[in-house]
């Protein structure tokens, strides 16, 4: 590197923190702490009539979670760094200043075509059926006194324009199509593409790393380093997150939704970022589960893939389920389920715990706890389905009516009581399978939970005696 290492996620606050835009934000964190530099947080708040009130809170609250804290920018209310405000708002004199550098060398101009004007022009081009590219040709013959409420373009230079992405390769752009954009709107709010650069110069950013919508406004940004006179920063743009069916781009309805509906779901943010990495990246290798700190080693930005990624909500949740069962630990993993079950169930610490060890390998997400651990607090129903499930009715009869006999006083554990419910089918000449899959769907109202010897012993022998009596009871009417 020839100089310092710094990247920035900047995101617009006109809605949530949605997965695209965390990868982005990840991708930047990664690289930025693999090579010892600075991640920061800057927000583009120039959209002012799409600006969403709480968003700039919620991405900070998604960043938090995920574990991406910025080294400098805008966090929680306040400019961390010496190159702030680091909210596009706060810094409109600098982007006025460098407009009117531009008008002053000639290399800008005020723009007053009136918006008829402007459509009549581009339908111009379109019944041509040629490309419709902005020029100064276009502006009226006859300017007004002043030009304050007018926007200024940016006057394009003829030629080429050439430029290189660190994931996608070399560009080769003629001017001849880049139009001369707007740079600062008549409300002397900046435009994204004008702003970004005047920010990305002034807070010293090395490497631009954003999502591939970018691509087609980059020539305009390296044009506007070049006329500036500054060092243009490297580019990194990542593929497009597709959906499912791995056809068309990554949609709300597809799993793009706001960050924090993940965490309320129940994943994990370590099973998160471990996701968000392999949408684009890999390491060379079959790997598929790194930690954090193991990310910032192994990140190299050209691992980045050109292709698409194909976002896979089945595969978050098999990854979600990996972390749960072994990515933490069981008391960190207990603590976690606090917000996602009703607080009566912790009443007894000790006991929930015992309970999330028991059924641990079936929960994929934190908010699955409250269904699969529910029967072990409220006594089940029991639907005409679970009934249909038994294959012998009268088996079923006799096997749970001998159980309640070896429960009722019983005192021993997993191993005695497994011994006496084999014995039992034995002697009455049952499977031992149907009789546990009874056992099963009258303690549980259920047909899959926990091995049934632990489940009767952490319900407790005789609140399983008095679920077994209910079923029988409904069972012999059936």
Do not use: C
């Not at 405000?85 to 004199?93: D, F, G, K, T």
């Amino acid at each position: 590197m020839n100089k310092p290492v710094r990247v920035r996620f900047a995101p617009s606050p006109t809605g949530l923190l949605h997965i695209g835009s965390a990868r982005a934000a990840l991708f930047n964190y990664l690289f930025a702490k693999h090579h010892n530099g600075t991640f920061i947080l800057r927000i583009e708040d120039t959209d002012r009539e799409r600006f969403v009130e709480g968003s700039v809170e919620q991405i900070v609250d998604g960043l938090s979670w995920l574990g991406i804290e910025p080294d400098e920018g805008f966090w929680n209310g306040e400019h961390i760094g010496k190159h702030g405000p680091y909210v596009q708002s706060h810094r409109l004199e600098h982007y006025q200043a460098v407009a009117q550098q531009l008008i002053d060398q000639g290399l800008a101009y005020y723009s007053y075509i009136s918006n008829e004007d402007f459509a009549k022009a581009k339908q111009d081009a379109i019944d041509r059926k040629q490309p419709f590219v902005y020029r100064e040709e276009f502006e009226p013959k006859q300017k007004p006194a002043a030009s304050d409420g007018y926007p200024i373009r940016l006057r394009i230079p003829k030629g080429r324009t050439k430029w290189s992405d660190i994931v996608y390769g070399d560009f080769d752009v003629d001017n001849a199509t880049v139009d001369d954009f707007v740079i600062l709107k008549a409300d002397g709010y900046p435009t994204y593409n004008f702003a970004n650069v005047i920010d990305d110069h002034m807070m010293e950013i090395s490497h631009v790393i954003r999502g591939p919508e970018f691509l087609p406004s980059t020539p305009k940004h390296a044009i506007l380093y070049d006329l500036l006179e500054w060092v243009r920063p490297k580019f990194v743009h990542v593929p497009v997150i597709l959906g499912p069916d791995g056809k068309k781009k990554l949609s709300k309805r597809d799993g793009d939704v706001d960050l924090m509906d993940y965490k309320k779901q129940g994943f994990l943010p370590e099973a998160i970022v471990n996701f968000l990495v392999l949408l684009g990246w890999n390491d060379g290798t079959e790997r598929e589960f790194f930690t954090l700190e193991e990310l910032v080693g192994a990140f190299d930005a050209t691992r980045i893939q050109r292709s698409p990624a194909k976002f896979d909500i089945e595969r978050l949740r098999w990854m979600n389920g990996h972390y749960i069962r072994e990515g933490i630990g069981l008391q960190d993993l207990t603590e976690r389920l606090v917000e996602y079950v009703p607080q009566d169930w912790l009443k007894d610490e000790e006991y929930f715990i015992d309970l999330v060890a028991l059924d641990r390998e079936r929960i994929k997400t934190l908010a699955d706890a409250q269904q699969l651990l529910e029967f072990f607090f409220v006594d089940p129903h029991y639907s005409p389905e679970l009934f249909a499930a038994l294959p012998d009715k009268d088996a079923a009869i006799t096997g749970l009516t001998a159980t309640l006999d070896i429960l009722e006083g019983f005192s021993g554990g997993h191993h005695e009581l497994e011994k006496a419910l084999r014995n039992l089918a034995e002697s009455h000449n049952i499977a031992a399978g149907k009789l546990f899959g009874a056992l099963r769907i009258a303690i549980t109202g259920r047909t899959q939970a926990p091995g049934i010897f632990d489940t009767i012993l952490m319900v407790g022998t005789e609140r399983s005696v008095e679920r077994i009596r209910r079923f029988l009871s409904i069972l012999r009417k059936q």
